[in-house]
């Protein structure tokens, strides 16, 4: 059975910085397009970055572009979210999802699969 599993949320001041990692079992990431949202209180899932598995090709939400760093490590099957200079608006439950193909989409609708979510608060 495919799952994903997140790990790595916790509480920070504005500033600084938290390294999301999520493993995969089954063949979920490939080939495929991988992906972090992020949910908070009362709002929409919202898209925060997605990878290409093979290719490496990511796209950022601008909200977080120049702040956090989308990677995969391909032996190990684990994507990370490497989340520097936070803010309290990225106070959140962040996922990871996955998706067959290459499109790059930022609706969580088109997503398959998804991790149980980890949660990142960060304090001002």
């Known amino acids: 059975q495919e799952r994903l599993l997140e790990s790595g949320g916790g509480s920070v001041q504005a500033g600084g910085s938290l390294r999301l990692s999520c493993a995969a079992s089954?063949?979920?990431?490939?080939?495929?397009?991988v992906g972090w949202f992020r949910q908070a209180p009362g709002k929409e899932r919202e898209f925060v970055a997605a990878l290409t598995w093979y290719s490496g090709t990511i796209d950022y939400a601008d909200s977080v572009k120049g702040r956090f760093t989308i990677s995969r490590d391909n032996v190990k099957d684990t994507l990370y979210l490497q989340m520097n200079s936070l803010k309290p608006d990225d106070t959140a439950v962040y996922y990871c999802?996955?998706?067959?193909?290459?499109?790059?989409?930022?609706?969580?609708?088109?997503?398959?699969?998804w991790g149980q979510g980890t949660q990142v608060t960060v304090s001002s």
């Open positions: 089954g063949r979920v990431f490939s080939p495929s397009v």
């Open positions: 999802a996955a998706r067959p193909g290459s499109y790059k989409s930022r609706s969580f609708s088109d997503y398959e699969y």
